[in-house]
C-alpha cells in the first residue's frame, strides 16, 4: 500500500492570518477595534515585519481587518458607513440611495431541515426568523426572510431591532458579538407569489430576483441563512468582479 505524503505545512504569513482570525473569533480585538503594530504582532508571533504585512494584506483582502492610512489596521466593522450595505447589491439606476426599513415579523421557530443544513444545526433547533421590507424612493424593493440560530442571537426581538438605527448586521456585531465576515450568493429568476406580489406591490407572476445568502462568521461558521426577492424594475444588481 503506498504511502500517504503529509501535506506540507501553510506558509509562515497563512499560519500568522489563521492566528489572527482564530483571536478576533475569541473576542480578543472587536469589530472597530485597533490592531496592535505590525512591530508588535511581528514580536508576537516571531516573524518578521514583511511576513505580518503579507498576512494583513491577506485579510485586508478579505475586508476581515482595514487599513487606515496614519491611524493602522482596525478591525472591520459593518457600522462604517462604507461597510453598512456590502452585501447588499442592489443600484437604483437613477442614483437614488439609502433604504428604509419596515419589519414585518420576528419570531422563534424550529429550523426546518433546508435551514438546518445550511446553519450546520440539528433539524428543529430553534432558530429565530426575521421578515423585513426594504424600501426605496417610497416604493418596497427587496423583501427579506432570514433565519439565525438563536444560540447566537438570544434576546433578539422586534423590539430590539426597531431600537437600533442602524443596519441588522451592525446589530448583530455591538449587540450579540456576531461579526459577518464573507458570504455566498445564489441567484435565479422567479415569479411574485400573491404574498410577494402583495408585499412588493408588483402585478402577480412579476419577474423578481431570488438573492439565497448565507452568510459566515469568523472561522468559516454559518450564522445566517436570507432569502431575498428584489424588484429590480428601476434597479440592477451589482456585482464587481476582480
Not at 472591520?76 to 419589519?103: I, Y
Not at 432570514?146 to 423590539?159: I, T, V
Request: aromatic content about 6%; proline content about 7%; charged content about 25%.
Amino acid at each position: 500500500m503506498p504511502s500517504v505524503k503529509p501535506r506540507p505545512p501553510a506558509p509562515l504569513y497563512e499560519q500568522i492570518r489563521q492566528l489572527i482570525v482564530a483571536a478576533l473569533a475569541a473576542g480578543e480585538w472587536r469589530p472597530g477595534d485597533a490592531l496592535p503594530s505590525e512591530a508588535a504582532l511581528a514580536a508576537r508571533f516571531g516573524a518578521s515585519a514583511g511576513t505580518v504585512r503579507r498576512a494583513l494584506d491577506e485579510l485586508t483582502a478579505a475586508n476581515i481587518v482595514e487599513r487606515r492610512q496614519g491611524s493602522g489596521t482596525f478591525v472591520a466593522t459593518h457600522a462604517a458607513p462604507r461597510q453598512q450595505f456590502r452585501f447588499l447589491r442592489l443600484v437604483a439606476d437613477d442614483e437614488a440611495r439609502g433604504f428604509t426599513r419596515e419589519l414585518l415579523s420576528c419570531r422563534r421557530l424550529r429550523a426546518t431541515a433546508d435551514i438546518a443544513r445550511a446553519l450546520g444545526l440539528r433539524t428543529s433547533e430553534p432558530v429565530i426568523e426575521v421578515r423585513r421590507l426594504l424600501h426605496r424612493r417610497e416604493r418596497p424593493v427587496v423583501l427579506d426572510e432570514l433565519w439565525l440560530p438563536e444560540r447566537h442571537f438570544e434576546g433578539l426581538s422586534a423590539e430590539v431591532i426597531a431600537a437600533h438605527p442602524g443596519t441588522l448586521y451592525a446589530l448583530f456585531e455591538s449587540r450579540f458579538g456576531v461579526h459577518m465576515v464573507r458570504a455566498e450568493e445564489k441567484l435565479r429568476a422567479v415569479a411574485a407569489t400573491p404574498e410577494a406580489a402583495a408585499l412588493l406591490r408588483v402585478p402577480l407572476a412579476e419577474p423578481l430576483l431570488s438573492v439565497e445568502r448565507l452568510a459566515y462568521t469568523y472561522g468559516d461558521r454559518p450564522v445566517e441563512l436570507r432569502r431575498g426577492l428584489y424588484h429590480t424594475s428601476a434597479d440592477h444588481y451589482l456585482n464587481e468582479l476582480n
